[in-house]
C-alpha cells in the first residue's frame, strides 16, 4: 500500500514537520511494515517556463533536435533567456513548462542525479525541459511536460504562471509517498482511510473518518437487485450487502480532475477514465471496492448467484474463463454473466467512452468465496486482495454515495433518487474479554483502563460492567479480531512492542542432544576429518535418472514421490538415495576445474510406495480422534536419513614426495568401516553386485547381524559415462539410522591384560574369488578369544602359488588374560586359525 | 691394568725417567689437540694411550723398580696418564659435538614444502551454523526436536491455523505432492510441523528447538533458495509470555551475533501466533551508529525472523489446554544468520554444493 503523505495530512492530522519516514516509522510500530519512502527525489532550481524560440534543427543521425531559449524569470540569476536543447516536439513558442536549471536534481531509480550545464549538438544546453517521467510523475516519457494541457482544469491556476517560480509544490513533487506491506489480517489498511486510523491510534492525533459523509437512506426505486446465492460456501452467503446506485447524463469524455490523478499516481495506479478513476480513487480513500457499469447495457434485474455448469465469461483482462460452480457471479437479468464478483469484470458491461448512463455497484462479499476464486482462475486484483482479507461492510453505503457525488461534481449528471441496498450484514457477536489478559499474555502491566481505553480507540464498543470481563465487539472493519488474543495483540501494540521485557524463561532442563543427533554430528565430522567435504544438494531428481544409475526396472528405489508442482519439470521427483543428487555436485566441481575430490552430504531421502494412501486432512477443533491422527503420521512417507560419499582423482598428488596414489574403491570401503569404528561398531564386508556400482568393485557393508548399512565401491563405468562423471569415481552410501540404532547401549569394557603380547605370521593360499573378508572371519574364529589382532599385510598372485589363486599373508597378535603364552599354545593357535580357513574357504598354508 | 712386571728391562726402565715422561706428556697433549677428526684422535689416542705408547710402558716398569721408589713413580706415571686421558676426552667431546652439529645441519630439510597426503576435509557452514544454533539453546536445558521434511498438510497447514482458505496459505508457495488435490503432503514449507508434532506427543513443559531444512517455490537468486534451512523454538508451559519470547531472543542473538546485541519486537501477523511480532536484531557490525553500514542498511536493524504467542487454536489442535497453558514460537533462517554473520553476498555458493565454499570455513564456526 502506497500512502501519499499529503492525502494523509488531509485525514490524521499529521504535523507539518513530519517527513514521510517519520510516518513510516509510526506506522511499522503499530504492525505494518516498512517498504521505503518515496518521492522527493526532485531537488531545486526547478522552476516554470516560458519558451520564447524554439527551432528545429535535424542531425545527422536522422533526430531533429529543438534549440529553444526559455523565460526562466530571475531563477537563473541573470534574467537572461536559458538555452535549452530538447528532444521533444510536443510543444511551442508560448507554452509554460518545467525546466530543472543546473545544479537541480531529478530522481533516478537507484537515487539521483544533479543537473549540470553541458555541451551538446553544438549548443551549450543550460537544464533541461522534464517529461512526466524525468521528474517521477509517470511513466509518460513521449513528450515534456506543458503546462498548459497539464493544468487545463484549474484555469486559475494557469492563468498565475510565472516564469522563473518555482515548480517542485505546483507538480506536487513535495510529495512523499511512504510504502507499507499490509499483513493478511488488516485488510483495512488497504484504504487511506485504514492507514490514517492506524496513524492516528499510534500518535493519539485525531482521525477525520472520511466515511463519515452523509448517505441517502435505502429505497425501493433504485436499480433491482436480487441476491440468490443457493450455494453459500461453509454457510457464509458469498454477498451480504449489494449497494447499487445510478447517475444518469455523465459526461464520459470528461478528465479527472488533476488532484484525484494526482493521488491515483501516488498510489501506483493509472488514470483512465473519469468513471474508472473515481470508483479507482474510492477504493483507495474507503477500501470499498467498486464497480462501474454502462447501465444502457444492462437489460434486467442484477442478480447474484454461483455459476451453472459449462458457463464462461470473458474477463476484462481478455481472458475466457470457464466459471466453476463456486464462483460467485454478477448477472444481468440472471442469465447475462457480468462479472465474477469482487474479484474482475466482464468486457461486455465496461463503462466506455460513450457511457452516458452508470450503475455504480458498491457490494460485500464473502471473503472465502472471493479468494477460491481468485485462486481457482490465478486471478489477482485490487479488489479481490480487499475482499480476501475482509471489507468493512458498513461502508458500502458511503463508496456508493461519494462515488456517485464525484461523478456528478466532475462528469456531470444527475444521482437517481433510487437506492438500492439489499443484504442483511450480521452484527458481530461481542467477544467476552478477561481484562487481566493482556497482562498475563505479555508480561507487562496494563491497567484496566488503559486496555478498555485502547480498545475503543481502535473501534471496538466495549460494555464494561466493572468485572474481570467486558464485553468487546469489535468494529465492522476488523473481521480478523475473533478472540482474546487478538486483543491482547491490540493493547499491547498501541502501548507498544518497545516495552516488553526481557526475561529468560527458565527451561526444566532438557536432555541434551539425542544418542541419533550425537552419532549424526559424529558420522559428519568423522567424515570431515578424514579429508571429505560436506556439501549440500536439492534433493529433487528426474525421471531418466534411475536409468542412468543402472537400476533393474524392478528396483524399489524407483518407488519415489513426485512434486505436482516441482521446481524444474525436468526434476519432479524426491530423490530415494543421497548419491542421486551428490553425484551431481560432483560433476559441478569438476566441471567448475576442481580435479582431487572427496565429498559427503547427509540428507533424507523419500522411501516411496506404490500404494501410498491420501494423508487425511481432519478439521483444527480439537486434536484429531487416535485413529485419524495415525493416519496422518503414518500417510507420511517413511524419509531415512543416508549419508552418502563420492570421490575422484587422486587422494594423495604426485609431488617431491613420491607420486600420486589414485582414489580407488578400497578408499570407499575403508570410509565406510572408519565410519563404523568411530562410532565403536566393526561393520563387516561382503562382496556384492548392485547399481550403480561396479558390479565387481562393490560391497555390502552389514552389521554383525547382517543388517545392511550400505553400500561403497567404484561406480560402474556406464554410470560414470551417462552422469559425466571422472573415469573411476568411488561412492558410498550408508544409512545413518541402522547406525544410530545399533548403537547407544553402553559398551561395556573388557579388563586389559598386561601379559606380553606374541606375534606370529601365517600366509595361506586360497582361491583367487574367495574374499579376504572370509578367510579372516575363518582365521579369526579358529585363533579364538586370545587373538588380540588379525592384519593382512600381503596379497601374492603369482607363479608360487599358481593360476587362479593367491596368497594371503597375516600377522596374527595374541594375548592371554592371566599368563604369558608359550610358543608352543601361539604355535597350537596359529594351526587352529589354519584349520579353521582350510575347513571355511578351502585355505592352504603356504610353505 | 698392567700386572706386575716379571721381565726386567734395563733399558726400558729408562722411560721412567721424569723428563722422558714430561716429553710423552707432552707429544701427548699436542697430538690430542692437533687431532683434527674422531678419525685421527683415534690414531693418535692408540700412539699415546695404547699398550705400546711410552706412557703405557713406564707404567709397567713401575713394577720392576726398588718399593722405594715405587711410589713417586708411581704417582708421576699416575698423573701423567691422566692429564693425558683428560685431554683426549676433551677433545673426543669437542670432536664429537661438531660432528653432532655438522650431521644436524646436514640433516635439514625445507619443511615449507608440505606433502598433502592428507585432503583437508570440511563441513557444510549451514551445519556449523546450525550446530551452534542447536548448542546454544541445548545450554539454556531446550531439547532438539526434528521432523520429515515431506510432510502432512494437516501438520504443516491446518493444525498451524493455515485453513484452506487462508490468505497466508496463498502466500507460501509451496512444493505439493501429486496428486496435489488428495496426497495431503507437501514439502514443508517452515519447521512448524515440528512443533505440532512435539505438541502431540508430549505434556507441558516443552522447551525444543526445531532446526531443519524447508521448501518454498522460489526460484534461486542471490537471496532466495527453494531449499533453505531454518530454526523454530517453541516453549509451553505455565505463564509464558512474550516478555519470555524477548528474553529468550536477547540471550540467543547475544550469542550467536556477540555480547551486547539485543532484539526488538515490532506488531506482525502469522496464523499461528497471536500476538505476532517480527523479530528485529540490533546491527552487531555498526549498532546503528554508521549510516552507510551495508550490514543494517544504515538503519541500525536487521530483519531476522518471525515469532509471537502460540494461537489458542495451534495449542487446541496439538491437544493442549489453551486457558491452563500458554507459548512462545519463533523463527529465524540460518542461511540468513550465515550471510550476515560472514559476509556471504550470493546464495549460489551456499547451494551450489562448491567445495571451495565449505572448504574456506574448516569444522568450526
Ligand atoms: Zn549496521
Same mark, same amino acid.
Given at each position: 500500500?502506497?500512502?501519499?503523505?499529503?492525502?494523509?495530512?488531509?485525514?490524521?492530522?499529521?504535523?507539518?514537520?513530519?517527513?514521510?519516514?517519520?510516518?513510516?516509522?509510526?506506522?511499522?510500530?503499530?504492525?505494518?511494515?516498512?517498504?521505503?519512502?518515496?518521492?522527493?527525489?526532485?531537488?531545486?532550481?526547478?522552476?516554470?517556463?516560458?519558451?520564447?524560440?524554439?527551432?528545429?534543427?535535424?542531425?545527422?543521425?536522422?533526430?531533429?533536435?529543438?534549440?529553444?531559449?526559455?523565460?526562466?524569470?530571475?531563477?537563473?540569476?541573470?534574467?537572461?533567456?536559458?538555452?535549452?536543447?530538447?528532444?521533444?516536439?510536443?510543444?511551442?513558442?508560448?507554452?509554460?513548462?518545467?525546466?530543472?536549471?543546473?545544479?537541480?536534481?531529478?530522481?533516478?531509480?537507484?537515487?539521483?542525479?544533479?543537473?549540470?550545464?553541458?555541451?551538446?549538438?553544438?549548443?551549450?544546453?543550460?537544464?533541461?525541459?522534464?517529461?512526466?517521467?524525468?521528474?517521477?510523475?509517470?511513466?509518460?516519457?513521449?513528450?515534456?511536460?506543458?503546462?498548459?494541457?497539464?493544468?487545463?482544469?484549474?484555469?486559475?491556476?494557469?492563468?498565475?504562471?510565472?516564469?522563473?517560480?518555482?515548480?517542485?509544490?505546483?507538480?506536487?513533487?513535495?510529495?512523499?509517498?511512504?510504502?507499507?506491506?499490509?499483513?493478511?489480517?488488516?485488510?483495512?489498511? $488497504?484504504?487511506?482511510?485504514?492507514?490514517?486510523?492506524?496513524?492516528?491510534?499510534?500518535?493519539?492525533?485525531?482521525?477525520?473518518?472520511?466515511?463519515?459523509?452523509?448517505?441517502?437512506?435505502?429505497? *425501493?426505486?433504485?436499480?433491482?437487485?436480487?441476491?440468490?446465492?443457493?450455494?453459500?460456501?461453509?454457510?457464509?452467503?458469498?454477498?451480504?450487502?449489494?449497494?447499487?446506485?445510478?447517475?444518469?447524463?455523465?459526461?464520459?469524455?470528461?478528465?479527472?480532475?488533476?488532484?484525484?490523478?494526482?493521488?491515483?499516481?501516488?498510489?501506483?495506479?493509472?488514470?483512465?477514465?473519469?468513471?474508472?478513476?473515481?470508483?479507482?480513487?474510492?477504493?483507495?480513500?474507503?477500501?470499498?471496492?467498486?464497480?462501474?457499469?454502462?447501465? *444502457?447495457?444492462?437489460?434486467?434485474?442484477?442478480?447474484?448467484?454461483?455459476?451453472?455448469?459449462?458457463?464462461? $465469461?470473458?474477463?476484462?483482462?481478455?481472458?475466457?474463463?470457464?466459471?466453476?460452480?463456486?464462483?460467485?457471479?454478477?448477472?444481468?437479468?440472471?442469465? #447475462?454473466?457480468?462479472?465474477?464478483?469482487?474479484?474482475?469484470?466482464?468486457?461486455?458491461?465496461?463503462?466506455?467512452?460513450?457511457?452516458?448512463?452508470?450503475?455504480?455497484?458498491?457490494?460485500?462479499?464473502?471473503?472465502?468465496?472471493?479468494?477460491?476464486?481468485?485462486?481457482?482462475?490465478?486471478?489477482?486484483?485490487?479488489?479481490?486482495?480487499?475482499?480476501?482479507?475482509?471489507?468493512?461492510?458498513?461502508?458500502?453505503?458511503?463508496?456508493?454515495?461519494?462515488?456517485?457525488?464525484?461523478?456528478?461534481?466532475?462528469?456531470?449528471?444527475?444521482?437517481?433518487?433510487?437506492?438500492?441496498?439489499?443484504?442483511?450484514?450480521?452484527?458481530?457477536?461481542?467477544?467476552?474479554?478477561?481484562?487481566?489478559?493482556?497482562?498475563?499474555?505479555?508480561?507487562?502491566?496494563?491497567?484496566?483502563?488503559?486496555?478498555?481505553?485502547?480498545?475503543?480507540?481502535?473501534?471496538?464498543?466495549?460494555?464494561?460492567?466493572?468485572?474481570?470481563?467486558?464485553?468487546?465487539?469489535?468494529?465492522?472493519?476488523?473481521?480478523?479480531?475473533?478472540?482474546?488474543?487478538?486483543?491482547?495483540?491490540?493493547?499491547?501494540?498501541?502501548?507498544?512492542?518497545?516495552?516488553?521485557?526481557?526475561?529468560?524463561?527458565?527451561?526444566?532442563?532438557?536432555?541434551?542432544?539425542?544418542?541419533?543427533?550425537?552419532?549424526?554430528?559424529? +558420522?559428519?565430522?568423522?567424515?570431515?576429518?578424514?579429508?571429505?567435504?560436506?556439501?549440500?544438494?536439492?534433493?529433487?531428481?528426474? *525421471?531418466?535418472?534411475?536409468?542412468?544409475?543402472?537400476?533393474?526396472?524392478?528396483?524399489?528405489?524407483?518407488?519415489?514421490?513426485?512434486?505436482?508442482?516441482?521446481?524444474?519439470?525436468?526434476?519432479?521427483?524426491?530423490?530415494?538415495?543421497?548419491?542421486?543428487?551428490?553425484?551431481?555436485?560432483?560433476?559441478?566441481?569438476?566441471?567448475?576445474?576442481?580435479?582431487?575430490?572427496?565429498?559427503?552430504?547427509?540428507?533424507?531421502?523419500? #522411501?516411496?510406495?506404490?500404494?501410498?494412501?491420501?494423508?487425511?486432512?481432519?478439521?483444527?477443533?480439537?486434536?484429531?480422534?487416535?485413529?485419524?491422527?495415525?493416519?496422518?503420521?503414518?500417510? +507420511?512417507?517413511?524419509?531415512?536419513?543416508?549419508?552418502? $560419499?563420492?570421490?575422484?582423482?587422486?587422494?594423495?598428488?604426485?609431488?617431491?614426495?613420491?607420486?600420486?596414489?589414485? +582414489?580407488?574403491?578400497?578408499?570407499?570401503?575403508?570410509?565406510?568401516?572408519?565410519?563404523?569404528?568411530?562410532?565403536?561398531?566393526?561393520?563387516?564386508?561382503?562382496?556384492?553386485?548392485?547399481?550403480?556400482?561396479?558390479?565387481?568393485?562393490?560391497?555390502?557393508?552389514?552389521?554383525?547381524?547382517?543388517?545392511?548399512?550400505?553400500?561403497?565401491?567404484?561406480?560402474?563405468?556406464?554410470?560414470?559415462?551417462?552422469?559425466?562423471?571422472?573415469?573411476?569415481?568411488?561412492?558410498?552410501?550408508?544409512?545413518?539410522?541402522?547406525?544410530?540404532?545399533?548403537?547407544?547401549?553402553?559398551?561395556?569394557?573388557?579388563?586389559?591384560?598386561?601379559?606380553?603380547?606374541?606375534?606370529?605370521?601365517?600366509?595361506?593360499?586360497?582361491?583367487?574369488?574367495?574374499?579376504?573378508?572370509?578367510?579372516?572371519?575363518?582365521?579369526?574364529?579358529?585363533?579364538?578369544?586370545?587373538?588380540?589382532?588379525?592384519?593382512?599385510?600381503?596379497?601374492?598372485?603369482?607363479?608360487?602359488?599358481?593360476?587362479?589363486?593367491?596368497?594371503?599373508?597375516?600377522?596374527?597378535?595374541?594375548?592371554?588374560?592371566?599368563?604369558?603364552?608359550?610358543?608352543?599354545?601361539?604355535?597350537?593357535?596359529?594351526?587352529?586359525?589354519?584349520?579353521?580357513?582350510?575347513?571355511?574357504?578351502?585355505?592352504?598354508?603356504?610353505? | 691394568?698392567?700386572?706386575?712386571?716379571?721381565?726386567?728391562?734395563?733399558?726400558?726402565?729408562?722411560?721412567?725417567?721424569?723428563?722422558?715422561?714430561?716429553?710423552?706428556?707432552?707429544?701427548?697433549?699436542?697430538?690430542?689437540?692437533?687431532?683434527?677428526?674422531?678419525?685421527?684422535?683415534?690414531?693418535?689416542?692408540?700412539?699415546?694411550?695404547?699398550?705400546?705408547?711410552?706412557?703405557?710402558?713406564?707404567?709397567?716398569?713401575?713394577?720392576?723398580?726398588?718399593?722405594?721408589?715405587?711410589?713417586?713413580?708411581?704417582?708421576?706415571?699416575?698423573?701423567?696418564?691422566?692429564?693425558?686421558?683428560?685431554?683426549?676426552?676433551?677433545?673426543?667431546?669437542?670432536?664429537?659435538?661438531?660432528?653432532?652439529?655438522?650431521?644436524?645441519?646436514?640433516?635439514?630439510?625445507?619443511?615449507?614444502?608440505?606433502?598433502?597426503?592428507?585432503?583437508?576435509?570440511?563441513?557444510?557452514?549451514?551445519?556449523?551454523?546450525?550446530?551452534?544454533?542447536?548448542?546454544?539453546?541445548?545450554?539454556?536445558?531446550?531439547?532438539?526436536?526434528?521432523?520429515?521434511?515431506?510432510?502432512?498438510?494437516?501438520?504443516?497447514?491446518?493444525?498451524?491455523?493455515?485453513?484452506?482458505?487462508?490468505?497466508?496459505?496463498?502466500?507460501?508457495?509451496?512444493?505439493?505432492?501429486?496428486?496435489?488435490?488428495?496426497?495431503?503432503?507437501?514439502?514443508?514449507?517452515?519447521?512448524?510441523?515440528?512443533?505440532?508434532?512435539?505438541?502431540?506427543?508430549?505434556?507441558?513443559?516443552?522447551?525444543?528447538?526445531?532446526?531443519?531444512?524447508?521448501?518454498?517455490?522460489?526460484?534461486?537468486?542471490?537471496?532466495?533458495?527453494?531449499?533453505?534451512?531454518?530454526?523454530?523454538?517453541?516453549?509451553?508451559?505455565?505463564?509464558?509470555?512474550?516478555?519470555?519470547?524477548?528474553?529468550?531472543?536477547?540471550?540467543?542473538?547475544?550469542?550467536?551475533?556477540?555480547?551486547?546485541?539485543?532484539?526488538?519486537?515490532?506488531?506482525?501477523?502469522?496464523?499461528?501466533?497471536?500476538?505476532?511480532?517480527?523479530?528485529?536484531?540490533?546491527?552487531?557490525?555498526?549498532?546503528?551508529?554508521?549510516?552507510?553500514?551495508?550490514?543494517?542498511?544504515?538503519?541500525?536493524?536487521?530483519?531476522?525472523?518471525?515469532?509471537?504467542?502460540?494461537?489458542?487454536?495451534?495449542?487446541?489442535?496439538?491437544?493442549?489446554?489453551?486457558?491452563?497453558?500458554?507459548?512462545?514460537?519463533?523463527?529465524?533462517?540460518?542461511?540468513?544468520?550465515?550471510?550476515?554473520?560472514?559476509?556471504?553476498?550470493?546464495?549460489?555458493?551456499?547451494?551450489?554444493?562448491?567445495?571451495?565454499?565449505?572448504?574456506?570455513?574448516?569444522?568450526?564456526?
Amino acid at each position: 500500500m502506497r500512502v501519499p503523505v499529503e492525502w494523509l495530512r488531509e485525514l490524521a492530522h499529521v504535523d507539518s514537520h513530519v517527513r514521510g519516514k517519520d510516518v513510516s516509522e509510526t506506522l511499522v510500530r503499530v504492525g505494518l511494515e516498512d517498504e521505503g519512502v518515496h518521492g522527493g527525489g526532485v531537488g531545486g532550481p526547478l522552476v516554470i517556463g516560458r519558451v520564447l524560440t524554439l527551432e528545429p534543427e535535424p542531425q545527422r543521425n536522422g533526430r531533429t533536435i529543438n534549440w529553444c531559449t526559455v523565460d526562466v524569470g530571475q531563477a537563473n540569476g541573470t534574467g537572461e533567456p536559458q538555452g535549452i536543447v530538447c528532444g521533444a516536439h510536443n510543444f511551442g513558442v508560448g507554452d509554460h513548462v518545467v525546466v530543472v536549471l543546473p545544479g537541480g536534481t531529478l530522481p533516478t531509480p537507484d537515487g539521483s542525479f544533479q543537473v549540470t550545464a553541458r555541451r551538446t549538438y553544438g549548443h551549450v544546453s543550460a537544464g533541461m525541459i522534464c517529461s512526466e517521467r524525468e521528474l517521477g510523475l509517470g511513466d509518460d516519457h513521449t513528450g515534456i511536460i506543458v503546462l498548459e494541457h497539464r493544468l487545463a482544469d484549474e484555469p486559475d491556476v494557469l492563468a498565475a504562471l510565472v516564469p522563473g517560480e518555482d515548480a517542485i509544490a505546483l507538480l506536487g513533487l513535495d510529495h512523499e509517498v511512504v510504502e507499507v506491506t499490509v499483513t493478511p489480517d488488516r485488510g483495512y489498511c $488497504l484504504s487511506m482511510r485504514g492507514i490514517a486510523r492506524e496513524y492516528a491510534l499510534a500518535t493519539g492525533a485525531p482521525f477525520d473518518d472520511p466515511a463519515g459523509i452523509p448517505v441517502a437512506a435505502r429505497n *425501493d426505486s433504485g436499480y433491482a437487485v436480487r441476491l440468490a446465492d443457493e450455494a453459500p460456501i461453509r454457510g457464509r452467503a458469498g454477498c451480504d450487502r449489494f449497494v447499487a446506485r445510478v447517475v444518469r447524463g455523465v459526461d464520459a469524455s470528461s478528465a479527472s480532475p488533476s488532484w484525484m490523478r494526482r493521488r491515483l499516481i501516488d498510489v501506483g495506479m493509472r488514470p483512465i477514465s473519469l468513471a474508472v478513476d473515481v470508483t479507482n480513487y474510492v477504493m483507495m480513500l474507503l477500501g470499498q471496492p467498486l464497480h462501474a457499469y454502462d447501465l *444502457d447495457s444492462l437489460s434486467g434485474e442484477i442478480v447474484v448467484r454461483r455459476a451453472r455448469a459449462g458457463e464462461r $465469461l470473458t474477463t476484462l483482462d481478455g481472458v475466457e474463463r470457464h466459471l466453476d460452480g463456486e464462483d460467485l457471479l454478477i448477472t444481468d437479468g440472471g442469465d #447475462v454473466v457480468l462479472g465474477l464478483a469482487g474479484v474482475m469484470g466482464g468486457a461486455s458491461s465496461e463503462v466506455s467512452s460513450t457511457t452516458r448512463n452508470v450503475l455504480v455497484e458498491a457490494a460485500h462479499f464473502d471473503a472465502v468465496t472471493v479468494a477460491r476464486t481468485s485462486r481457482r482462475h490465478r486471478l489477482v486484483s485490487e479488489a479481490s486482495k480487499r475482499f480476501e482479507r475482509g471489507v468493512d461492510p458498513a461502508v458500502a453505503d458511503r463508496a456508493a454515495q461519494l462515488a456517485c457525488d464525484l461523478l456528478v461534481r466532475y462528469g456531470g449528471g444527475t444521482l437517481d433518487d433510487g437506492v438500492t441496498d439489499v443484504g442483511e450484514v450480521a452484527r458481530r457477536d461481542a467477544i467476552a474479554f478477561d481484562v487481566g489478559l493482556p497482562t498475563a499474555y505479555v508480561g507487562l502491566e496494563y491497567p484496566r483502563g488503559e486496555v478498555v481505553a485502547t480498545l475503543r480507540a481502535v473501534g471496538c464498543e466495549v460494555v464494561d460492567r466493572e468485572g474481570q470481563v467486558v464485553d468487546v465487539r469489535p468494529p465492522t472493519w476488523r473481521p480478523d479480531l475473533v478472540d482474546g488474543p487478538d486483543l491482547v495483540e491490540e493493547v499491547a501494540r498501541v502501548r507498544g512492542y518497545a516495552e516488553i521485557p526481557s526475561v529468560l524463561p527458565r527451561a526444566v532442563g532438557g536432555r541434551g542432544l539425542t544418542h541419533g543427533q550425537r552419532v549424526r554430528r559424529l +558420522v559428519a565430522q568423522t567424515l570431515a576429518q578424514q579429508g571429505l567435504v560436506e556439501v549440500l544438494s536439492y534433493p529433487f531428481v528426474g *525421471d531418466e535418472l534411475f536409468d542412468r544409475l543402472g537400476y533393474a526396472v524392478d528396483d524399489p528405489r524407483r518407488n519415489t514421490v513426485r512434486l505436482a508442482n516441482p521446481l524444474q519439470d525436468e526434476a519432479p521427483l524426491m530423490r530415494t538415495s543421497v548419491l542421486d543428487t551428490l553425484l551431481d555436485t560432483l560433476r559441478r566441481n569438476v566441471a567448475r576445474g576442481a580435479r582431487d575430490l572427496a565429498l559427503y552430504e547427509i540428507g533424507l531421502v523419500t #522411501v516411496g510406495r506404490p500404494d501410498q494412501p491420501p494423508v487425511p486432512i481432519p478439521g483444527v477443533e480439537g486434536r484429531p480422534a487416535d485413529d485419524v491422527l495415525a493416519s496422518i503420521l503414518d500417510g +507420511v512417507p517413511v524419509q531415512p536419513r543416508h549419508v552418502a $560419499l563420492a570421490a575422484a582423482g587422486d587422494a594423495v598428488p604426485a609431488g617431491p614426495w613420491g607420486d600420486a596414489q589414485r +582414489v580407488e574403491a578400497s578408499d570407499a570401503v575403508a570410509w565406510a568401516v572408519e565410519l563404523g569404528r568411530a562410532l565403536g561398531l566393526e561393520l563387516l564386508l561382503r562382496n556384492h553386485s548392485r547399481a550403480p556400482f561396479h558390479p565387481g568393485r562393490c560391497a555390502v557393508v552389514t552389521l554383525a547381524d547382517g543388517t545392511v548399512v550400505g553400500h561403497a565401491g567404484e561406480l560402474h563405468p556406464k554410470v560414470v559415462g551417462a552422469l559425466g562423471l571422472p573415469a573411476r569415481t568411488v561412492a558410498a552410501e550408508l544409512d545413518v539410522d541402522v547406525l544410530v540404532a545399533a548403537t547407544g547401549t553402553p559398551v561395556q569394557a573388557r579388563p586389559l591384560s598386561t601379559y606380553p603380547v606374541a606375534h606370529t605370521d601365517l600366509a595361506v593360499v586360497v582361491d583367487d574369488g574367495v574374499p579376504a573378508a572370509d578367510v579372516a572371519a575363518a582365521l579369526g574364529g579358529g585363533a579364538g578369544p586370545q587373538l588380540e589382532s588379525l592384519t593382512l599385510f600381503d596379497v601374492y598372485r603369482g607363479d608360487q602359488v599358481g593360476e587362479g589363486r593367491k596368497s594371503l599373508a597375516y600377522r596374527l597378535t595374541f594375548r592371554a588374560e592371566d599368563r604369558t603364552l608359550t610358543t608352543d599354545e601361539v604355535s597350537a593357535l596359529r594351526d587352529s586359525a589354519m584349520r579353521a580357513a582350510a575347513e571355511a574357504v578351502g585355505a592352504v598354508q603356504r610353505a | 691394568m698392567s700386572g706386575p712386571n716379571t721381565s726386567y728391562d734395563p733399558v726400558e726402565v729408562a722411560a721412567l725417567d721424569p723428563q722422558a715422561v714430561d716429553d710423552a706428556v707432552s707429544a701427548a697433549l699436542v697430538a690430542a689437540s692437533s687431532a683434527g677428526t674422531l678419525d685421527e684422535l683415534r690414531a693418535a689416542r692408540s700412539a699415546h694411550q695404547g699398550d705400546r705408547s711410552a706412557l703405557a710402558l713406564a707404567n709397567r716398569e713401575i713394577g720392576a723398580l726398588p718399593p722405594s721408589a715405587k711410589a713417586e713413580a708411581g704417582k708421576r706415571v699416575g698423573q701423567a696418564r691422566g692429564r693425558v686421558a683428560a685431554a683426549f676426552a676433551a677433545r673426543q667431546a669437542e670432536l664429537e659435538a661438531e660432528r653432532d652439529e655438522r650431521i644436524l645441519t646436514e640433516e635439514a630439510v625445507d619443511l615449507t614444502v608440505v606433502p598433502p597426503r592428507r585432503r583437508v576435509g570440511a563441513r557444510h557452514p549451514i551445519s556449523l551454523v546450525t550446530e551452534r544454533v542447536e548448542d546454544i539453546f541445548v545450554g539454556l536445558g531446550w531439547e532438539i526436536a526434528e521432523g520429515p521434511e515431506l510432510e502432512s498438510e494437516w501438520l504443516n497447514f491446518d493444525a498451524l491455523n493455515l485453513g484452506p482458505d487462508h490468505p497466508a496459505r496463498q502466500m507460501q508457495d509451496t512444493f505439493f505432492v501429486e496428486p496435489a488435490d488428495r496426497s495431503g503432503l507437501v514439502l514443508r514449507t517452515h519447521t512448524s510441523p515440528v512443533q505440532v508434532r512435539t505438541m502431540l506427543d508430549r505434556e507441558p513443559p516443552i522447551y525444543v528447538l526445531c532446526p531443519g531444512k524447508v521448501f518454498r517455490t522460489d526460484e534461486l537468486d542471490a537471496t532466495h533458495t527453494p531449499v533453505f534451512h531454518q530454526f523454530e523454538g517453541l516453549v509451553v508451559d505455565e505463564g509464558i509470555t512474550m516478555a519470555h519470547l524477548k528474553g529468550s531472543l536477547d540471550v540467543f542473538v547475544a550469542m550467536l551475533f556477540g555480547a551486547g546485541t539485543v532484539t526488538r519486537l515490532r506488531p506482525s501477523y502469522f496464523p499461528f501466533t497471536e500476538p505476532s511480532a517480527e523479530i528485529d536484531c540490533q546491527c552487531w557490525i555498526c549498532s546503528g551508529t554508521d549510516d552507510s553500514c551495508r550490514t543494517c542498511r544504515g538503519t541500525g536493524w536487521i530483519e531476522v525472523g518471525g515469532s509471537g504467542m502460540v494461537n489458542r487454536r495451534v495449542l487446541t489442535a496439538s491437544g493442549i489446554d489453551p486457558d491452563h497453558y500458554t507459548g512462545f514460537a519463533f523463527g529465524l533462517g540460518i542461511e540468513r544468520s550465515l550471510m550476515l554473520r560472514h559476509g556471504v553476498a550470493d546464495m549460489h555458493d551456499i547451494v551450489e554444493g562448491d567445495v571451495r565454499f565449505s572448504t574456506q570455513f574448516g569444522m568450526e564456526i
